[in-house]
């Protein structure tokens, strides 16, 4: 028990309803603002991904080719600063970067990042992030096995966060692949062909032809480098910026890097939340999209890049 007068130790939350209320503190009022006023440089590349469908490695890839391959950061946060946290992080979002191009991350949908600059996209199977999304919070923002995954996926995933729903944001960005100043490619392409979806940011950064970069930065989002070099890429800017504030327990430590498998949650949903989530899809991106699955859209995604590297 607490000593009078004095508060109790911080606790994860164990219910919906308190992960909800602390996630909710998570950005200020001020951040938002400011994040909402940043204007970015028509050279600027913003990481625009879904959370959980390949942010943290396409932000290693990206500063892996400007930089030559540098890893003197301390968390990948650090320089290549997410815009809807960086004034919650003491960051000037404004400011110079390592290299050129200057790169952001952002969870936010086409419709409502920022205007003016070059975006590179990463989609994923929704069926995956969900799973992602569960493994991510739980040990950091509910206590390890106090919430299943049914509720959390029923209840958290298909309501979103202040970062929207899987199905909007997609929705929102498949129009704009044919953009010039938008580069959309898939998570389980990265997981296919890394070498060549590295050639492919390169050439969208113009560093086609840098052939030295491009090794290094294939090598370096490599899962076994990646692994070897946790700490930077394990968030602890943010938990030590914002656990306090969310009334999180302190010294938490989440994983960014993990197997990182395309399909593995055929061995974990439940027939049931497979059936949920692929109903949404046929509610929310079939009638908008013409696409029956999240696979039937990947494949019309793979055909026209085959195309347009042929002609």
């Not at 009022?29 to 994040?35: C, H, I, N």
């Not at 070059?118 to 509910?142: C, H, N, Q, T």
């Amino acid at each position: 028990m607490p000593v009078d007068g004095a508060a109790a130790e911080p606790r994860r939350p164990t219910t919906l309803e308190d992960m909800g209320q602390r996630m909710a503190r998570m950005r200020s009022t001020e951040g938002l603002r400011r994040a909402q006023a940043f204007r970015p440089r028509p050279d600027d590349v913003i990481i625009a991904t879904y959370p959980k469908s390949g942010t943290t490695w396409m932000q290693q890839i990206v500063h892996g080719l400007r930089t030559g391959g540098s890893m003197d950061f301390d968390e990948i946060t650090a320089v290549v600063p997410w815009i809807e946290m960086a004034y919650d992080l003491g960051q000037d979002i404004d400011a110079e970067q390592a290299a050129l191009p200057r790169a952001f991350k952002s969870h936010l949908n086409g419709n409502d990042v920022q205007k003016g600059c070059r975006y590179i996209v990463v989609i994923r199977d929704p069926r995956d992030v969900a799973v992602s999304s569960y493994r991510f919070l739980e040990g950091w923002f509910f206590e390890t096995g106090s919430i299943a995954l049914d509720p959390f996926l029923r209840d958290r995933f298909l309501a979103g966060s202040r970062s929207g729903r899987y199905w909007p944001h997609l929705v929102s960005w498949w129009p704009r692949r044919h953009e010039p100043e938008t580069l959309l490619l898939s998570y389980e392409d990265m997981k296919d062909d890394l070498p060549g979806e590295v050639r492919r940011v390169a050439g969208f950064l113009g560093m086609a032809g840098r052939e030295d970069a491009i090794e290094i930065a294939t090598r370096q989002a490599g899962i076994d480098f990646m692994r070897a070099h946790g700490r930077q890429f394990d968030d602890h800017l943010i938990h030590e910026r914002r656990n306090a504030v969310c009334a999180l327990p302190p010294g938490t430590t989440t994983s960014k890097v993990r197997d990182g498998r395309a399909g593995g949650h055929h061995q974990i949903l439940t027939p049931e939340l497979h059936e949920l989530l692929d109903d949404v899809w046929r509610r929310e991106v079939t009638p908008v999209l013409g696409f029956d699955d999240y696979a039937e859209l990947r494949a019309a995604l793979a055909a026209e890049q085959a195309w347009s590297s042929a002609v």
